[in-house]
Structure formats: C-alpha cells, structure tokens
C-alpha cells in the first residue's frame, strides 16, 4: 500500500514561488508514475502534472506549463513541485497520486481515475 503525504502548502502573493513536497511511505514510489493534482472551492478535480517512474517524461496542463515544474528524488521517495509565478487562480488544494502500478510504460492521462493512491492535500492559498 501506498501512503502519501503532502507538505509546503500556504499562503503566498501572487508573482511568489511554493515548492510542494510529496513523501511517500509503506513502499518506495520509485517505480510509480506520478501526479498533482488540484481542486478548487466548487470545481472538479484537475490534473496540474505528471511524471514517469523514471523521471524521463513529464506532462503538464497547459495553465500551468512554464511556471511549475514536477520532479522527484527517488533516494528521499518523494515528489515535488515548484511552482513560480503564482496567480490567484492556482488558489487550491493540491494533491500528490501514484499511478495504479509500477513501471507503467507511459505516464498516466489526466483523468484522477488513472492514479491509484493519493495524498491528503495540502492548501495553496495565493493573493492578488
């Protein structure tokens, strides 16, 4: 069983950086593809970055791409990501998932029904 666990949430200005951190426990995520997730007050769940179990492949949503960037440590099992240029509308919860299985051959979609495990969530909370 997969447990994760996400930290570095909070209250940031618009313009300002975050970095969120995903550790994960019970067994290593080194071979799971993974992904963040977020979702905002009255909206579904949206998918915001993905990265393969090698680190080779990343996918990001468009509103995002260029501004936050998804990576992982296997040594410290944990995933991350940092987030630049913050705008009001990136005010959510935002989750970590792991894929259904190991050494998937591509990165799952973007649906949240493609990851297997998840985080409880961590709030980003950025002002104008």
């Known amino acids: 069983q997969v447990q994760l666990a996400e930290r570095g949430g909070g209250l940031v200005q618009a313009g300002g950086s975050l970095r969120l951190s995903c550790a994960a426990s019970?067994?290593?995520?080194?071979?799971?593809?993974m992904g963040w997730f977020r979702q905002a007050p009255g909206k579904e769940r949206e998918f915001v970055a993905a990265?393969?179990?090698?680190?080779?492949?990343?996918d990001y949503a468009d509103s995002v791409q260029g501004r936050f960037t998804i990576s992982r440590d296997s040594a410290k099992n944990t995933v991350y990501l940092q987030m630049n240029s913050l705008k009001p509308e990136d005010t959510a919860v935002y989750y970590c998932?792991?894929?259904?299985?190991?050494?998937?051959?591509?990165?799952?979609?973007?649906?949240?029904?493609?990851?297997?495990?998840w985080g409880q969530g961590t709030q980003v909370t950025v002002s104008s």
């Open positions: 990265i393969s179990w090698s680190g080779t492949n990343t």
């Open positions: 019970g067994r290593t995520i080194s071979t799971y593809a």
């Open positions: 998932a792991a894929d259904w299985t190991i050494y998937n051959t591509r990165i799952p979609g973007r649906q949240p029904n493609e990851y297997g495990y």
